[in-house]
């Protein structure tokens, strides 16, 4: 069973930035995909971005790309996302998600999916004002 505690968000001005930071429980971390999605009102869960155990191969929506960064720290069991240049549509609430067949949700290149997610947090409200 994962945990997992969102924290970061807030109001910022277009242009601005913000940093979303996920905090998880359990030993295996590392082992787990980990996901940031995003909810505005009215649509549906969408994708944002995912890695597998390091970061360095993270995958991203087009629409956050070279904006938004996903890191991870594997000893402190922490992923976060560093949001630059933001803009009013991407105010939402960011939700951080947890698979633990990376595998599958990662190399089978399925992390865009919400529905392949084990575990999810309860989401951070982000409010981008023009």
């Known amino acids: 069973q994962v945990q997992l505690v969102e924290s970061g968000g807030g109001l910022v001005q277009a242009g601005g930035s913000l940093r979303l930071s996920c905090a998880a429980s359990g030993r295996t971390f590392s082992r787990y995909t980990m996901g940031w999605f995003r909810q505005a009102p009215g649509k549906e869960r969408e994708f944002v971005t995912a890695?597998?155990?390091?970061?360095?191969?993270?995958v991203y929506a087009d629409s956050v790309k070279g904006r938004f960064t996903i890191s991870r720290d594997n000893a402190k069991n922490t992923v976060t996302l560093q949001m630059n240049s933001l803009k009013p549509e991407d105010t939402a609430v960011y939700y951080c998600?947890?698979?633990?067949?990376?595998?599958?949700?990662?190399?089978?290149?399925?992390?865009?999916?919400?529905?392949?997610?084990?575990?999810w947090g309860q989401g951070t409200q982000v409010t981008v004002s023009s």
């Open positions: 998600a947890a698979d633990p067949d990376m595998r599958t949700t990662y190399y089978g290149r399925n992390y865009y999916r919400a529905t392949v997610y084990d575990y």
């Open positions: 890695c597998g155990w390091s970061a360095d191969s993270a």
